[in-house]
């Protein structure tokens, strides 16, 4: 069996030189930083089996990591095209090692960026998730011969089949008796995010990260450990 890959996907059918772009400074990040790891960069098409990103957001994640363990890698990690890695990664591959996997965990508060869809979908209550924080999608690293990797890995790949869940939000300015509202809606569907005001949307699979790495017991790297290691955009 082959031993670590980093994967990632710039492919954009209409901004590509704009990810392209950094894509390349990724690479370059990774020649001085981290070269001791194969690289799988996906830039002129979807990952084998992907959907496009505008049919099921950031669905293309999944397929990349999936591709490169159909190609024999134990240690997958993904880099959004805007990762940046400033110090050497090998801490990063060592907590994979030590874990079994490594996944980001954000700033931001949970309860404000998960739709009601996703809470009844993973059974939690908003009151539940406080002290939850969101987690963040740009890094994700798995070990083939993990067990709890490949469960989060599994439910993974039955997440990116359900756009309700993938999807992002937009708002609709709407008159209620003369008051003017902003209203979250599903991207998937133009149905409500949530019936809380105080909601402010849905992050993808950002959000379903956090609540299956929450019903995991998965423990996840602080945004300043990774900020110490690397940057997004």
């Known amino acids: 069996m082959r031993n670590r890959v980093i994967v990632s996907c710039s492919y954009s059918p209409h901004n590509h030189n704009y990810y392209a772009t950094y894509a390349d400074r990724l690479e370059r990040s990774l020649d001085e930083f981290g070269p001791d790891a194969d690289r799988i960069i ?9 959907p496009p990103h505008a049919e099921v957001n950031y669905a293309f994640k999944w397929y990349a990591v999936n591709d490169a363990f159909n190609k024999g890698y134990r240690y997958v990690m993904w880099m959004d095209a805007g990762v940046q890695a400033l110090v050497p990664i090998e801490p990063l591959w060592e907590r994979v090692r030590r874990l079994g996997y490594a996944l980001l965990r954000g700033g931001d508060p949970l309860w404000k960026w998960i739709s009601d869809e996703a809470l009844n979908h993973f059974g ?6 406080e002290g939850i924080a969101l987690y963040g999608g740009c890094f994700i690293a798995l070990d083939r011969e993990s067990k709890v990797a490949m469960e989060f890995f599994k439910w993974w790949g039955e997440i990116v089949k359900i756009k309700r869940l993938m999807m992002g939000a937009h708002r609709l300015q709407t008159n209620a008796g003369g008051v003017m509202r902003s209203i979250l809606l599903s991207d998937a569907d ?12 849905h992050r993808s699979d950002e959000s379903c990260f956090s609540l299956m ?7 996840p790297l602080s945004y300043t450990e990774w900020q110490g290691i690397a940057k997004t955009y």
């Not at 939690?124 to 998730?129: A, D, L, N, P, S």
């Open 213 to 219: 790495a929450d019903k995991l017991g998965m423990e």
């Open 42 to 50: 996906w830039r002129k098409e979807w990952p084998s089996g992907s």
């Open 190 to 201: 133009s149905s409500p995010i949530s019936t809380n005001e105080l909601v402010e949307g």
């Open 124 to 129: 939690y209550t908003r009151e539940k998730i």
